[in-house]
């Protein structure tokens, strides 16, 4: 009969934590919204909680291939905790930084020349967790770091705790 | 701003950039129409090579084209950028253009960039290409 264990925080996710580091390449959006999806499930997360963590990860990722380092090769660290029943993600780059955060984060602002980049990526990450912090400076790289809570309408959350 | 991880993961020479589109697309003419089905994650990755698709297919023969999206699986501000690119794109060579939007998140998504305000929007790709009822909310 199988034995459910609780003690020191084994066979419980909350305290996990996880650290990637990979190139800032665009594939790597889908490799990091990924890890983060399954990494979440150890917290009673909703599938379109999990799907929203996605995004706002992805859009991070994203970002730091598109624009950090200029289509040169860098380095893009995550970081995920889960700790007091909350997710926190941190994701870094040291590429070429951003000089006025609070303008990059609004909606519709972009850098790009390509008309098709509509400048939302911000204001997705904004939307889909509970609190964004970007933390840039110029030459020196660029950290965003998201938290987001389950709402507790998950099944099961009744007994997750 | 922690330092810099020390080791290098430098990809093989040639490969920086590269990366393999992870969206499906298919092309079938139906009832005089132009019908695109789009499947899987359209993203910073597969965007361009989504781009690159649907714009020669419209180069081609643009006077009805139906985008169905409903078996798009994610979508982000990227995806949605060359979605929003394709819709003025159709606007300004004059073709008709209707969406069947994807479930979940994505679609979310097309709101908040009130898509639906720019291109017709249906519940499926039949419907679509009848000019039925419209999806609202
Ligand atoms: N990691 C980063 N390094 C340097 N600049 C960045 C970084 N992330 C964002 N920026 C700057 O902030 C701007 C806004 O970012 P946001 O993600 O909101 O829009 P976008 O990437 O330009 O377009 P979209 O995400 O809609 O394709 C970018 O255009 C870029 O100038
Ligand atoms: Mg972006």
């Known amino acids: 009969m199988a034995e459910s264990v609780e003690a020191d925080g084994v066979g419980t996710a909350d305290g996990n934590t996880m650290e990637l580091v990979v190139p800032s390449l665009a594939v790597n959006a889908e490799l990091c919204r990924a890890a983060v999806a399954v990494f979440a499930a150890g917290l009673p997360f909703t599938l379109a909680e999990l799907e929203q963590l996605k995004v706002a990860v992805s859009e991070a990722v994203g970002n730091c291939a598109l624009h950090a380092y200029g289509g040169e090769p860098g380095r893009v660290r995550l970081l995920a905790q889960l700790a007091?029943?909350?997710?926190?993600i941190e994701i870094q780059d040291w590429g070429r930084g951003i000089s006025d955060v609070a303008l990059a984060r609004?909606?519709?602002?972009?850098?790009?020349?390509?008309?098709?980049?509509?400048?939302?990526?911000?204001?997705?990450?904004?939307q889909f967790t509970d609190a964004l912090e970007v933390e840039s400076a110029p030459g020196e790289g660029?950290?965003?770091?998201?938290?987001?809570?389950?709402?507790?309408q998950a099944a099961g959350a009744a007994w997750s705790g | 701003m922690g330092p810099v991880p020390k080791r290098p993961c430098a990809p093989p020479a040639g490969w920086w950039g590269r990366g393999g589109a992870r969206?499906?697309?298919?092309?079938?003419?139906?009832?005089?129409?132009v019908v695109v089905r789009v499947s899987g994650d359209l993203d910073v990755q597969s965007a361009d090579s989504f781009r690159r698709r649907v714009d020669g297919w419209m180069a081609e023969d643009c006077a009805r084209l139906v985008l169905n999206l409903s078996k798009v699986?994610?979508?982000?501000?990227?995806?949605?950028?060359?979605?929003?690119?394709?819709?003025?794109?159709a606007e300004a060579t004059g073709c008709r253009l209707a969406v069947v939007p994807p479930p979940?998140?994505?679609?979310?998504?097309?709101?908040?960039?009130?898509?639906?305000?720019?291109?017709?929007?249906?519940?499926?790709?039949r419907s679509a290409l009848d000019g039925e009822a419209q999806t609202h909310g």
């Open chain 1, 84 to 88: 007091a029943g909350a997710i926190v």
């Open chain 1, 106 to 126: 609004q909606p519709a602002y972009t850098t790009s020349h390509d008309p098709d980049h509509i400048g939302l990526g911000f204001a997705f990450m904004e």
């Open chain 1, 142 to 152: 660029t950290l965003v770091r998201m938290r987001k809570r389950p709402s507790g």
């Open chain 2, 23 to 33: 969206v499906d697309l298919s092309r079938e003419f139906r009832d005089g129409a």
């Open chain 2, 73 to 89: 699986t994610f979508l982000d501000s990227t995806g949605l950028g060359v979605l929003l690119g394709r819709i003025r794109k």
């Open chain 2, 104 to 125: 979940g998140v994505a679609r979310r998504l097309l709101d908040m960039a009130a898509l639906g305000r720019a291109v017709p929007l249906f519940r499926s790709e």
